[in-house]
């Protein structure tokens, strides 16, 4: 069976491949040359055989190959368009005539662009081409793009050094304030990068500043000093007063049970775990797997509570299916609880009608998500999931908001980007990008992430506010 990883390579992986149009020799029906309807792939298949690539005006750049038996079901061919299902993902490619020129072995094309692989002016055209088409908030961001490509590209020239250039596109990305852009390069660049801008930016006296998992370990500490853990502390819960059970999630991944010692915690959990899982058969299993084999005995041990807290606010996101998972054992009835979809072309791909999983007796009692601005990604998927779940009430303040997957790229020079270029609606047609999902009972929170950590620690003196909010409401 195809693996959870094999599809995310399929889409994100980068490799050292050619890209160029196949003829089909022996009649298989998924030969040829396909497009993607958005995220900006090609993927050229002869005889079974693919070589998938992402591909802007300026460039083409191989990132896998293989054989499309890999794949198994999650890949079909249905009306003459490829649909690859990966979770609740839904990716869909159309047959072309001929790829791109730049996309082909001896044209005039190919060959400039990679002559053309280590120019900082030809990195600077690929990836602004990439987000010019695909990125989908420049409005709504209130981003004027053509004015950010005049204050930007000016700035680069052919003799623009490796660590100019990634502080120039680094400075433009961040001026985006979207948590699912970035950029990275190799490790000589990013310390020549660091060095030159500490020396533009002299350090100022930092406040002192706390980490997620900190912070997630003091709020346990206080409140379930007898509780137990799972998966590297990813997973915390205890009894409260009031009868009240408290689940603590820190992590939308790491949930697959690899026989991981629980003594392992932060980086020496996630090595182990990564190696675990790179022999995996089909990691979105085992991870859909792991999580409900706790959340399980979670409920179990709450099965005679008043009420549960799940405290989503050290959660910066992982995995959309985990978060879904945790919800069906609240949920009794199946149904649609958001959409989502691509740029595409100046408009956007099909509509993908995202389904909340249910199971036929589940926890039914009052729930409160504790949720704020370190609640992002993958765990807004979960809030956003939860509007449609009546026993469920939002505690906190608003998520990060930022809900569309990452879509990684390459550049020529061999540094990744990733940008956001899908859009998700709840079923009123909401739009929560940038300004994050609203509570129903607001604590007054910092949007800042260090004063939001510094308040959440220093709260601990006299009582979580969130915490003490709910017991007050059940009591």
Known sequence: MV???????????????????????????????????????????????????????????????GHIAEFGDVLKLKNDTLLLTNGINRYYFTRIVEAPPVCKKGSKAYKAAKAMAQNPEHNFEVLWDTFKNHYAYFEL?????????????????????????????YEMLESFDDGHIGINAEKEVLKAASKMYRAQNPLQNEEESFESGEVAEMIAKKYIPNGK??????????????NIGYVQINEMEGMADYGIKNSLKGDRYWKAYSKKSKNSENELADEVKGINKVIDSILNDFRNVSAL??????????????????????????????????RWDGGFTPVVKVVQPAVE???????????????ASATE?????????????????STEGIFSDVLEKTLPNGWSF???????????????????????????????????????????KIGDAAITKVIEIVN
Do not use: H
């Not at 998927?381 to 505690?395: E, G, H, R, Y």
């Open 381 to 397: 998927i979960m809030a956003l999931s939860s509007l449609s779940i009546p026993n469920i009430k939002l505690v906190g303040s």
């Open 141 to 169: 961001r209130g981003i004027d793009a053509e004015n950010m490509y005049a204050k930007y590209r000016p700035r680069i020239s052919p003799e623009t050094s490796e660590a100019e250039l990634f502080l120039i596109l």
């Open 3 to 65: 693996s959870y990883r094999t599809i995310l390579v399929f889409l994100v992986a980068i490799n050292g491949f050619s890209c160029f149009g196949y003829q089909s020799e022996n009649g298989n029906d998924k030969d040829g040359i396909w497009e993607s309807l958005g995220y900006g792939r090609i993927i050229t298949i002869a005889n079974g055989e693919y070589v998938l690539s992402d591909v802007t005006k300026f460039s083409c750049l191989p990132i896998m190959e």
């Open 418 to 460: 990733e940008l956001s270029n899908e859009v998700y609606l709840d079923m009123k047609g909401n739009n929560y990008e940038s300004i994050g999902i609203p509570p129903d009972i607001p604590i007054d929170y910092p949007r800042d992430i260090d004063a939001y950590f510094k308040k959440l620690v220093d709260d601990l």
């Open 229 to 242: 853990s799972r998966r590297g502390d990813n997973l915390r819960w205890g009894m409260l007063e009031q």
């Open 309 to 342: 807290i799940i405290d989503l606010r050290c959660n910066g996101g992982g995995i959309d299916e985990v978060g879904m998972e945790i919800l069906k054992k609240l949920n009794d009835e199946e149904k649609i609880v958001f959409t989502k979809k691509a």
């Open 361 to 375: 007796k589940p926890y039914k009692k009052p729930v409160y998500l504790l949720i704020g601005p370190e609640s």
